[in-house]
């Protein structure tokens, strides 16, 4: 019986120290940091919480095209890049959300809203290489962890890495939660099987991105 108290008072620890350092690093946060995470989890909840996992869809979600979404993508692009586009119009619209919600949670000056992702992952590659004083920099995946709020790139074409300095299709979605534990970090962007979606990828044992779903190739930390 004494056992079975120290066993189960020992679980209660781990579980309350665990959850001690979530909080602490919550709070550790930036002010932009945390409305950007907010921000990025309303819009996720709005589309209904479609969830990716293992590279497999979990839960479905809303649908661009759909009356209400329609209208909801047409904001992102409205906002985030002053476009007239809306969820029907056939184009990619993930830049646009990652500016709309850039633009929302007060990156200000600091971020080249754009609706194509290069647009900024290669200006924050060369901050990094010239060591430039910016609040956005991107890193090789095999560099630097990923953190909350920062943003995890992968490129949607063949023949591009970090590297590359010409334009190309990419795709980057924002880290809202990481579970060292677990060994999973989650992200949401936009324009993901059809709608705002969080996925699941999986870092190694010392944190580092190590998923295999998508051609990784940049982190790009937030500073601000």
């Known amino acids: 019986m004494k056992n079975s108290k120290v066993v189960i008072g020992l679980s209660i620890g781990v579980l309350l120290s665990t959850g001690l350092l979530i909080l602490l690093k919550r709070m550790r946060l930036s002010g932009f940091k945390k409305n950007l995470i907010s921000n990025t989890n309303k819009e996720w909840k709005l ?14 979600g809303e649908f661009e095209c759909s009356d209400i979404y329609r209208e909801r993508v047409g904001e992102y692009w409205r906002k985030g890049v002053n476009s007239s586009n809306d969820g029907c119009s056939n184009v990619p619209w993930s830049s646009a959300f990652i500016s709309f919600i850039m633009r929302k949670s007060g990156a200000g000056n600091d971020f080249p809203y754009s609706s194509a992702h ?9 901050n990094r290489k010239k060591n430039l004083n910016s ?28 590297d590359t300095t010409s334009s190309y299709k990419g795709h980057c979605d924002i880290v809202v939660d990481i579970n060292r534990t677990q060994r999973t970090i989650e992200v949401i962007g936009g324009n993901v099987n059809d709608g705002v979606t969080k996925r699941v990828l999986n870092i190694d044992k010392n944190g580092y991105l190590n998923d295999t779903s998508n051609d990784w190739f940049t982190i790009i930390k937030n500073n601000k």
């Open 47 to 60: 589309w209904g919480k479609p969830l990716i996992s293992q590279g497999k869809l979990q839960e479905s």
């Open 118 to 126: 290069n647009n900024y992952i290669r200006p924050f590659i060369q």
């Open 135 to 162: 609040d956005f920099k991107a890193y090789k995946v095999n560099e630097e962890k990923p953190k909350l709020g920062d943003l995890v790139c992968y490129s949607r074409e063949s023949g591009v890495d970090y």
